[in-house]
């Protein structure tokens, strides 16, 4: 059985409606994995390179682990939600802009099941990328899984969360600049700003009380948690996992209420 | 139970009322043809029927099913061949098929079965493995009717499905659909060639600016028109006999005696009878029929003028 022809047999007792839809957004990315795979595949292999290899050297260690090991976690989320967020706001776009996704608003699929369909297969394809990049990074450095399933529902929250905003996105987006837009003005400088390649402590306290606004700060910190065991802010990651999990079905309603209204879907 | 039920279902784009109250009933395994001009609000009843439009009032159903309450019922029994080639172009035809019937709840394998036999069916199945954008302007129309079929509807929506394709396509669409609608199908149709309807639809409604002008079998419609009988005589006349005075109407027309009427048949042997009397000779005849065409568009001229009467009745009102 190959990955998208069943989903197990759970799947079996999910409507067959919801199956075809995610069965038909998974395969759109995993056919094509010059496009899906090997664009964060060459861009992590440099940055574990430049970051972690030649400039990591010379910074030593952060919190007690070599500055290449710091960088993977924050690496990882960068991936895994770009890609959740990027793929469903183009699959949605794209599906509107050539208006071939009317053949599933047109279909008697639920809004539920509709919009579930999308955050789920693109949240798999943010996992997907980030075992990718988790796998590059083992190449330059001995990776450790210290809370697995911390790990895991921490990538499962971000992803889903990134891929709900990108149903809103791929909604609200009138032309292909929009996406570019939302993904490398918005996403990109909060992951940056993030804790991904320093950690917090080295900043001045006015900035790190800023950056402690910045929600991306908590998921790196949770993935880093899953990793090495260590948090960068002491927020624990239990409130942070509610926090974001809450935060993740709050989107996902959203994305329902905008689908059932025909948001960018009608007229 | 009708297929399609509306009440006064009415959409407002801003300003612009793309339809100002339709009520129309649409019966069981009917083949029902919705004629007007571009504009008419054609493709936005169809569209609020299948969820690509929300109404702004009135009700719609389809099979009892609300289309917006209870539309994944309503949804389930509909097959759309939109006019827009809305296709997704990342898959194979065969598996945008199999997809489409997934969407409405077949199961895989069922669903590649139906798959091949839509795309035999039109014709088209060498081709199952091309996407759809490689396809000739002619298999995509053929797609597009296999991908309305491939569910099994029991209402196929067919918004313009011949346009653009030529002769031999469009008697081989219609054979298809002709032959779904013996087997069951309710049909809804929306076409410019008047031909596709008068051949194909039991009934047709007459919509023009979001209103419904006419309701009828394309018979009655026909029975509406009237009958042409050019008569040329031996010599050129300048009025008509007087002695034709029957139910009918006459008039010279380059020096041949033109006749209107209802009834061809009746009247043209009245016609040469008095033409005879008086002392006329006949040298040919010829009868045309006034196509279902020439009616249409008399009958949406003819609302036209009526709309803006009213409007301009409206305006002074206003006015004063």
Same mark, same amino acid.
């Given at each position: 059985m190959s990955l998208t022809d069943g989903f197990g047999a759970g799947a079996r007792f999910l409507p067959i409606g919801f199956r075809t839809l995610m069965r038909r957004e998974i395969l759109r990315y995993v056919r094509r994995p010059r496009n899906t795979f090997l664009p964060p595949l060459i861009t992590n292999v440099l940055y574990f390179s430049v970051f972690g290899v030649i400039l990591g050297e010379r910074v030593g260690e952060i919190q007690g682990v070599s500055y290449i090991l710091f960088l993977l976690p924050g690496l990882v989320v960068l991936g895994a939600i770009s890609n959740s967020f990027e793929n469903a706001s183009f699959s949605i776009f794209h599906g509107r802009w050539n208006e071939y996704i009317q053949a599933t608003t047109t279909s008697p699929i639920s809004y539920t099941q509709m919009v579930l369909a999308y955050v789920v297969s693109s949240a798999l394809r943010g996992v997907l990328i980030g075992v990718l990049i988790a796998l590059v990074g083992a190449v330059f450095t001995p990776v450790t899984v210290e809370h697995p399933l911390y790990l895991i529902a921490f990538m499962a929250v971000i992803t889903t969360l990134f891929a709900g905003f990108g149903v809103i996105g791929g909604l609200w987006a009138r032309d292909f600049d929009y996406l570019t837009v939302m993904n490398q003005f918005i996403l990109r400088p909060l992951v940056f700003f993030g804790g991904v390649f320093y950690s917090l402590e080295i900043l001045p306290p006015l900035w790190t009380y800023v950056s402690l606004l910045n929600p991306m700060v908590y998921m790196v910190n949770g993935v880093r948690y899953g990793f090495l065991g260590a948090e960068t802010v002491d927020v624990g990651p239990n409130s942070a996992l509610v926090v974001l999990t809450v935060a993740a079905v709050v989107v996902v309603l959203i994305d329902i209420a905008l689908f059932r209204r025909g948001y960018g879907l009608t007229e | 139970m009708a297929a399609i039920e509306t009440d006064d279902?009415? @959409?407002?784009?801003?300003?612009?009322? #793309?339809? @100002?109250?339709?009520?129309?009933?649409? *019966?069981?395994?009917?083949?029902?043809?919705?004629?007007?001009? &571009?504009?008419?609000? @054609?493709?936005?009843?169809?569209?609020?029927?299948?969820?690509?439009?929300? %109404?702004?009032?009135?009700? #719609?159903?389809?099979?009892? /099913? *609300?289309?917006?309450? *209870?539309?994944?019922?309503?949804?389930? $029994?509909?097959g759309l061949a939109p006019q827009e080639f809305n296709v997704d172009r990342f898959f194979p035809i065969e598996e945008v098929l199999v997809h489409k019937a997934g969407y409405h709840g077949v199961p895989k394998d069922v $669903? %590649?079965?139906?798959?091949?036999?839509?795309?035999?069916?039109?014709?088209? /199945?060498d081709k199952r493995d091309t996407r759809f954008h490689w396809l000739s302007g002619g298999m995509k129309r053929r797609f597009m009717l296999a991908r309305a079929m491939v569910t099994e509807p029991d209402l196929l929506i067919l918004d313009e499905p011949t346009a653009g394709v030529d002769v031999q396509l469009r008697h081989d669409l219609w054979d298809i659909i002709?032959?779904? &609608?013996?087997?069951?199908?309710?049909?809804?149709?929306t076409t410019h060639y008047i031909e596709e309807a008068e051949r194909l639809c039991d009934r047709v409604a007459i919509l023009d600016e979001g209103e419904v002008v006419e309701v009828s079998t394309p018979d009655e419609l026909m029975g509406r028109g009237k009958d042409t009988v050019r008569v040329k005589l031996s010599k050129d006349i300048e009025e008509p006999?007087?002695?034709?005075?029957?139910? /009918?109407?006459?008039?010279?027309?380059?020096?041949?005696?033109?006749?209107?009427?209802?009834? #061809?048949?009746?009247?043209? #042997?009245?016609?040469?009878?008095?033409? *005879?009397? $008086?002392?006329?000779?006949?040298?040919?005849?010829?009868?045309?029929?006034?196509?279902?065409?020439e009616i249409f568009v008399d009958m949406t001229r003819s609302h036209e003028d009526v709309t803006r009467t009213q409007t301009t009745g409206d305006g002074q009102g206003d006015g004063a």
């Open positions: - | 279902l009415r @959409k407002r784009y801003g300003d612009l009322r #793309a339809l @100002k109250g339709v009520s129309l009933e649409v *019966d069981e395994g009917e083949f029902f043809g919705l004629l007007g001009p &571009n504009g008419a609000g @054609k493709t936005t009843f169809i569209n609020i029927l299948v969820g690509l439009v929300r %109404k702004s009032g009135g009700e #719609a159903r389809v099979f009892g /099913y *609300d289309v917006e309450d *209870d539309y994944e019922e309503a949804r389930d $029994a509909i $669903a %590649k079965e139906r798959a091949e036999e839509a795309l035999r069916t039109v014709g088209i /199945y002709k032959r779904m &609608n013996e087997e069951g199908t309710t049909v809804l149709l006999p007087a002695t034709l005075d029957g139910d /009918y109407e006459t008039r010279v027309e380059d020096g041949e005696l033109v006749v209107e009427t209802r009834n #061809a048949g009746g009247t043209l #042997a009245e016609v040469l009878r008095e033409l *005879d009397r $008086a002392g006329h000779e006949v040298v040919d005849i010829e009868m045309s029929r006034t196509s279902l065409e």
